[in-house]
Nanobody
Framework: QVQLVESGGGLVQAGGSLRVSCAASPRIFSINAMDMAWYRQAPGKQRERVAIIASGGSTNYADSVKGRFTISRDNAKNLVHLQMNSLKLEDTAVYYC???????????WGQGTQVTVSS
């Protein structure tokens, strides 16, 4: 069973930057064999995918964050990061880490980390 733990959320002013990270464990589950993504859910809204990085390294972003957010992975440390720049009020949400092995239908979720952007 893969466990995902997010960290790095918090309060930031609009226009600022924040990086959230996701640690996968146990280490026998190497993230370089998994697709990894960040989702977010704002109050009263559906959960949406923000960014995904495939096991091969290709990335894809939601239109709303293109050019502002960057997803990256550190395979050696089993970490995935989401660097968020030029944050907007509408980026306020709980951010969730997600992962999936290409060869398995099982999906894994973290518990979420709150990101709040203030004016």
């Amino acid at each position: 069973q893969v466990q995902l733990v997010e960290s790095g959320g918090g309060l930031v002013q609009a226009g600022g930057s924040l990086r959230v990270s996701c640690a996968a464990s146990p280490r026998i589950f190497s993230i370089n064999a998994m697709d990894m993504a960040w989702y977010r859910q704002a109050p009263g809204k559906q959960r949406e995918r923000v960014a995904i990085i495939a096991s091969g390294g290709s990335t894809n972003y939601a239109d709303s964050v293109k050019g502002r957010f960057t997803i990256s992975r550190d395979n050696a440390k089993n970490l995935v990061h989401l660097q968020m720049n030029s944050l907007k009020l509408e980026d306020t949400a709980v951010y969730y880490c997600w992962s999936k092995f290409a060869y398995s239908p099982a999906e894994y979720w973290g518990q979420g980390t709150q990101v709040t952007v203030s004016s």
